[in-house]
C-alpha cells in the first residue's frame, strides 16, 4: 500500500514539474529581405534564399510586389517559406494594385501572411489622422476575401512616416474591418519610432490588449531612448531602433518571452536588419546565434 501510494505520489509530482516547464518555442523566426538585398556577395534571390536558409531561419519576406517573380521562385526552387508579403496600399488610389490578387493566389496555402503597409502617396491624408479609413476598410476587405481563397492571413503593418503609422490606430481599422482572417503586426522599430519613451512602461499590457488579433511580429535589437530627441538622417531613429539582435538598453528578450510564453503566441517572428551597419552575412550568422540562446533562455527559464 506504500509502495502504491509513493509510485502514486511520484507520479502526480512529474505531472507537475513537467506542466511547469517552459514549452518548446515553436515560432516561426525569419528574416527581412532587408538582411541580405544589396549584398555584395549574394546578389540574387537564389543565392540569398539558399543562404538563409542555410543557416537555420524558418522563411524570408517577400519585398513589394515588384520582387514577387523573382522570390517566389527563388523559395520554390529552394522549398522555402515566404513569412510574410509586404504589400503596398496607397489610399490615393480608387482601385488595388490589380496584380495583388494573382501573387496571393500564387501562395495559396502557404504559410505567407499577407502584410499591407498603408499609405498616402500624394499626402492627402496625413498620418494617423483616420481621415482615409473608410477607404482603408473597403480596400482590405477584398484583400482579405482573396486571402481567405487561398487560405492566407492578413495583418495590417503599422510604419512609422506611413498613413497607418501606430498600432491602436492599426488596431481600430482591424476591429473595423470584421474579419476573422484580418489582424496586426506589432513591429518593435515602428512602435518605439511613435511611441515616446514615458508611454512604454506598459508594452506588456499593450501585448495583451492585441493578443486576439496579433498575427505577426518583428524585433530587433534598440535602445530605449525617445525619438523626438533623434534627427531623421543617418545617425538618426534607425541607428537607435534597429541595432542587431540582442545589443541595446531596450529588452527584446524579454518582449519575445513574454509574447511566447506568457501570451502563447505561435505566430512568425521576423528581425529587422534595415540600414544596420556591418557585412550582412555576418550580421545573419550572429542574429541567429542571438536567437538560438533566446530559445535556449525561455526552456530553461
Known amino acids: 500500500m506504500k509502495k502504491r501510494i509513493f509510485f502514486l505520489w511520484a507520479v502526480l509530482l512529474t505531472g507537475q514539474l513537467m506542466a511547469q516547464k517552459p514549452a518548446k518555442v515553436q515560432n516561426d523566426f525569419f528574416v527581412l529581405h532587408n538582411a ?22 524558418d522563411g524570408v519576406e517577400i519585398n513589394q510586389l515588384d520582387s514577387f517573380e523573382g522570390m517566389k521562385a527563388a523559395l520554390d526552387k529552394h522549398r522555402f517559406t515566404g513569412s510574410y508579403f509586404y504589400i503596398k496600399i ?14 496571393i493566389r500564387a501562395l495559396k496555402d502557404s504559410k505567407t501572411v499577407l502584410a499591407p503597409y498603408i499609405v498616402s502617396d500624394k499626402k492627402r491624408f496625413a498620418s494617423s489622422s483616420g481621415m482615409a479609413d473608410s477607404i482603408v476598410v473597403r480596400q482590405i476587405r477584398q484583400l482579405a476575401d482573396w486571402a481567405k481563397s487561398a487560405n492566407l492571413q492578413v495583418a495590417l503593418y503599422p510604419h512609422v512616416g506611413f498613413y497607418v503609422e501606430r498600432v491602436d490606430h492599426a488596431l481600430r ?3 473595423q474591418i470584421d474579419r476573422p482572417n484580418v489582424g496586426l503586426t506589432f513591429n518593435l522599430c515602428h512602435w518605439l519610432a511613435t511611441t515616446p519613451k514615458a508611454d512604454r512602461t506598459d508594452w506588456k499590457g499593450l501585448l495583451t490588449s492585441l493578443k486576439p488579433h496579433l498575427k505577426m511580429m518583428t524585433i530587433s535589437g534598440a535602445n530605449n531612448v525617445d525619438a523626438a530627441n533623434l534627427d531623421n538622417g543617418p545617425t538618426g531613429i534607425w541607428n537607435q531602433y534597429i541595432l542587431p539582435l540582442g545589443t541595446g538598453s531596450f529588452d527584446t528578450y524579454e518582449l519575445v518571452r513574454f509574447a511566447v510564453q506568457d501570451l502563447a503566441f505561435k505566430g512568425p517572428i521576423g528581425v529587422q536588419c534595415y540600414a544596420m551597419k556591418g557585412d550582412k552575412p555576418t ?14 533562455r525561455m526552456v530553461k527559464r
Open 36 to 57: 541580405i538585398r544589396g549584398d555584395s556577395t549574394y546578389k540574387t534571390f537564389d543565392q540569398q534564399v539558399a543562404f538563409i536558409k542555410s543557416l537555420g531561419f
Open 90 to 103: 496607397d489610399v490615393d488610389s480608387p482601385t488595388l494594385d490589380p496584380r495583388i490578387e494573382p501573387d
Open 173 to 175: 481599422l482591424v476591429n
Open 283 to 296: 550580421n545573419l550568422r550572429n542574429t541567429m546565434a542571438v536567437w538560438k540562446h533566446y530559445k535556449t
